[in-house]
């Protein structure tokens, strides 16, 4: 596995470095992420590198893109997950579309932040340490490979920016609705700033978060460790299945364009959801068997409490178990593969908050 990622890395080229824009005095400070300095009005585009440790090392693409102008520092993260395709390839047409004449502010781009598991097509896991990167933030400095990258990303990409949008979609085995988490932590001023940039994202259905860790130093998710660090963050869900389908990518591209607006970075307005559809509670619901999953209900599905959402068959074709709804609600992602083993997520189901 670890030769897949390996030959990946040699495709990519090391360093490479794009300057665009007009030359600006030499006393204007860079803005450094890694290796790459930036100064007003320039994009670079270039490798951070995760170095070896106990297992091998390996490099981030990042761009950062410096507006000509003062603003608050966007970071963008795609392929924490590397099944997921919508946000790496939006964050290509991102790159393009960028120009630093006309921005205010910074925007950190990570193309993909988990190049193990996006060369190594894993679902979930690091084909190298079998690790979350997700579910291993902040990170380590001397941790196993997930665990560096995920510390180089906190150290170099969330304690640099001002704003966070962890960028994901269904993994290569979920079959998702489009919809935004939107951490609720008990701090008025991050909750109105989180909720702002939840409705501006352009994506109706919006989860209320309230279990996410409060601990900077044990944050485990990308977002949280901006949170917990009093930066406001979402995370985007568009896309599903390993498709890279153009509405999937367009959305995100979209959003991310009107939460520009909204922090000012661009002129004009941003595009506010009209009619948010906020979900609370919500229940990932695991299955109680390992065998072969048969999906019985569609993503964005309204289902009520007992509804057959999947059974679940040896493997000779006998059903070893059910699999119901807990609440009455909608479905966010349905598995939509046969591999499941006991106590992985079978289905996301949120209830529609009457007052919303
Ligand atoms: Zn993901």
Not at 15 to 24: D, H, P, Q, R, T
Not at 227 to 244: C, D, F, N, Q, W
Request: hydrophobic fraction near 40%; glycine fraction near 8%; include cysteine.
């Amino acid at each position: 596995m670890s030769r897949t990622w390996r030959r990946g890395k040699e495709i990519v080229p090391l360093l490479f470095v794009l300057v665009c824009g007009s030359a600006l005095p030499a006393q204007e400070e860079a803005f450094r992420v890694g290796p790459l300095a930036v100064r007003p009005g320039e994009i670079v585009s270039g490798m951070i590198e995760v170095p070896a440790a106990a297992d091998p090392g390996t490099q981030i693409p990042v761009t950062i893109v410096r507006g000509e102008r003062p603003g608050p520092i966007l970071a963008l993260v795609a392929g924490n997950h590397g099944y997921e395709y919508a946000p790496i390839l939006a964050l290509q047409r991102l790159r393009a579309h960028l120009n630093p004449k006309g921005l205010r502010g910074t925007l950190i781009l990570v193309h993909v932040a988990n190049m193990p598991s996006f060369f190594g097509r894993t679902i979930y896991y690091s084909p190298v340490d079998r690790k979350n990167l997700n579910r291993v933030y902040p990170g380590r400095r001397d941790g196993t490979l997930s665990e560096r990258i995920a510390y180089v990303i906190t150290t170099e990409v969330i304690e640099r920016c001002d704003v966070l949008v962890d960028l994901h979609c269904g993994d290569g085995n979920e079959s998702l609705r489009p919809y935004v988490y939107m951490p609720v932590t008990g701090d008025p001023r991050l909750d109105a700033a989180v909720r702002e940039m939840a409705l501006v994202f352009g994506i109706e259905y919006i989860v209320v978060d309230r279990d996410r860790p409060r601990d900077p130093a044990a944050s485990v998710y990308c977002s949280t460790t901006a949170i917990t660090r009093g930066k406001p963050a979402i995370t985007v869900e568009s896309g599903y299945l390993g498709t890279t389908d153009p509405e999937s990518v367009e959305r995100i591209l979209r959003g991310v364009l009107s939460l520009m607006r909204h922090l000012q970075m661009l002129d004009g307005a941003p595009e506010r959801v009209a009619h948010p559809v906020f979900l609370d509670p919500t229940r990932v619901v695991t299955s109680p068997a390992t065998g072969i999953l048969y999906p019985k209900v569609e993503r964005g599905q309204f289902v009520r409490a007992g509804t057959l959402l999947a059974t679940i068959t040896d493997f000779f074709g006998r059903t070893i178990a059910e699999v119901r709804a807990p609440l009455e609600g909608i479905v966010l992602y349905i598995v939509a593969t046969p591999p499941i083993s006991q106590g992985e997520p079978v289905a996301f189901l949120g209830a529609v908050k009457p007052s919303s």
